[in-house]
Each structure stands twice: as C-alpha cells, then as structure tokens.
C-alpha cells in the first residue's frame, strides 16, 4: 500500500481540487491510501459530495494554513498545526511515504530540508519539473528554484538524480544528461559550469555535453541541469512564453472573421499544442534528495494535475524506491570523488 499525505488546504482551488484529484487517483489504483490533512469541516463538506472507497482515505484535521504569501521560514517553524507542517511529520513518522502540496513553495523546501532531511551523498536538494519534449518523452529539468547558487559537486548530484528519476519514472534505460550553458564548447560558461562538466563526464554514464537554452524542448537529451536561479528563470520564462503565444492567438482569431474560419481549420493543430505544453500532464515537480518524497503541485492547479501527480509521479516513486535508488548510487558516487563522502555532502 501507497500511503500518501495531502495537504488539503493549500493552494488557490484547495480544499476542491486537491480532493477531486486524490479520489480520482484511488479509483484507478487500488492500492493507494491517502491522507487528506486539513480542516475537518471543510474536508468532510466536499467529500459528502463525492463517491470514494471510506477504507482507503482518512482525514488528519490541522487547525492551520501556511497561506501564499507567508514567510517561508517563519512560516514552518510557528505554524506547527498547520496542514503543511503537520503531513510532513507524517512522511518523518513512516505513517505516510509521500507528501503532495499545491501550497507555498519556499515552506516546502524549508520544511522537507527540517521535517525530512537529506538522504546520504545529498548536500542540497533540487526541484525538478518535467518540461514538454515537442519530439517525444517530457525533458527532465533541474533544478528550477530549491538551490539558488549550486557548486560543481551538487550539479553532479542533481545529474544522477535526474538521471535515476528518468529511469525510473520515464522508464528510459539510458538517458542522456547534460549542463545548460551558454554554448555546447566544453570550455564554455561560468567556472561553475565548467567544473561540473569536468565532474559529470568523468562520473555520468551518458553524459551529453553542454545545451543551449534553444534546444531544451527539442528532446535532443532527457536531463537538463542547472542551479536553482538559472532554472527558474528559464521555468517561469518558458511558462510566460507559452502562455502569451496562446493569448496572442485567441485575440487575433477574434479580431477577423477569415481568422475564425481559418482556426477552425487548424483546431485540431491548436488542440495538440495546448496538450504539448499543458504543465498538468505530469502534475507537479518533486523535491529531489530529501528522506521520502515531495510533491510541489503548482498554486493554481485543478483536480487533473493533482490526479496526475499521484498517478504518475508519486505512486511509481514509491513503488520503485526511487529514494532509495538515489542514496545508494550517490554513496557510492560519494566514495569515487576526490576527498570522500565528507568533502560531497558537506
């Protein structure tokens, strides 16, 4: 059995959503149990709405919510009754095996890193988000924001864990893994990156190179890595592109009636780019490198991106141990670098 703690409150469409989206997920998997961690009343007053199997879904009630625009920091230390804080120490507890919020992304990362802590050969965990690959599988990226400034060894480690997580997740047996960087030249970017490269080449089965940004959708490689700044901007760039180039087309189809017939001609092209670029596919991006798993599920998701993040990402991680995966070849990893496991996971 699966267990899975959810933090029923967080989020714009909470607790709505997260609920649907859970009950959708035990309909399709007979051996999930998920925990919805909230208050109560609000739970129960959606869940009286709804058909669910009663064995299979417990309410933990929490009296308080770590809202948006709260302290990250402060937030995981005061508010010890919280939604979030209190499916954490389930994860910590082994009464769960995952966690899953569509709440505030700077208390997750606080809290996973306080409640959960690294598994061994991880200095600093990494957010990975599956980004859409136009030629095949989604391009696994990271990190998009958990580790703003990350040193050569920690690109290393984010590059076996994308690695491990393609495997596994993708179920691609080779994935090919490679640096985002300002020009594919091995003697290219920052200091940093060249470093990592050195490292990755010598210790990545399957190491590509370096990437350009151009080419990150094009599935030219299935891992892309960077540090934390980098990746978010590029995340939340890519997201802003995405969404102005749809907006721009449903403003200019309006303006003139040959445009209207036009699309409608092209419906079925517009209909697969939107599914191409829709962030819902996956669910949500998980907190690579901590004791048990995260799940951050982006603050406006529906029901179908929280049914798919369990589905897809959460169920099979579990399954397949995919932490335990990580730990025993960044150990071992740990003990081929120069300086041994204290100089990697300090």
């Known amino acids: 059995m699966v267990r899975v703690a959810i933090d029923a409150m967080g989020g714009d469409h909470a607790p709505e959503a997260l609920i649907t989206g859970a009950l959708a997920a035990l309909a399709t998997l007979e051996d999930l149990h998920i925990f919805l961690v909230g208050r109560d009343e609000e739970i129960k007053k959606v869940l009286e709405k709804k058909e669910y199997p009663p064995g299979r879904i417990e309410i933990r009630h929490a009296d308080e919510v770590i809202e948006a625009d709260d302290d990250p920091g402060l937030s995981i230390r005061r508010k010890k009754q919280s939604s979030m804080v209190k499916a954490l120490q389930m994860v910590r507890s082994g009464e769960a095996e995952a966690f899953l919020s569509a709440g505030n992304t700077g208390a997750l990362m606080a809290g996973g890193l306080l409640f959960l802590g690294r598994i061994g050969g991880i200095s600093r965990p990494a957010l990975l988000t599956p980004m859409p690959g136009f030629h095949g599988q ?29 495997q596994q997740i993708l179920n691609n047996p080779e994935p090919r893994v490679a640096l985002l960087n300002v020009g594919i030249e091995a003697n290219k970017g920052n200091n940093q990156v060249r470093k990592a490269y050195d490292l990755c080449l010598k210790h990545v089965p399957g190491f590509y190179g370096n990437i350009e940004g151009t080419d990150v959708f094009l599935n030219t490689v299935d891992v892309v ?117 204290n100089a990697f996971t300090k």
């Open 138 to 166: 989604p391009v696994l990226f990271l990190d998009v924001g958990a580790n703003m400034d990350a040193r050569p060894e920690q690109l290393l480690q984010y590059a076996y864990m994308g690695r491990i997580y393609a």
């Open 225 to 341: 890595v960077c540090d934390g700044f980098v990746g978010n901007v590029f995340l939340k760039s890519a997201e802003g592109l995405s969404r102005t180039i749809l907006n721009f087309f449903r403003q200019e189809i309006k303006e003139k009636f040959r445009y209207k017939m036009g699309a409608m001609l092209l419906q079925p092209v517009f209909y697969k780019l939107r599914h191409e670029i829709d962030d819902s596919g996956y669910g949500g991006a998980p907190l690579l490198g901590v004791n048990g798993l995260c799940i951050k599920c982006h603050g406006s998701s529906k029901a179908i991106s929280i049914e798919q993040a369990l589905l897809k990402q959460v169920y099979p991680f579990v399954e397949k141990d995919v932490a335990g995966k990580f730990q025993a070849s960044l150990e071992d990893l740990a003990g081929q670098l120069d300086g041994g496991e």
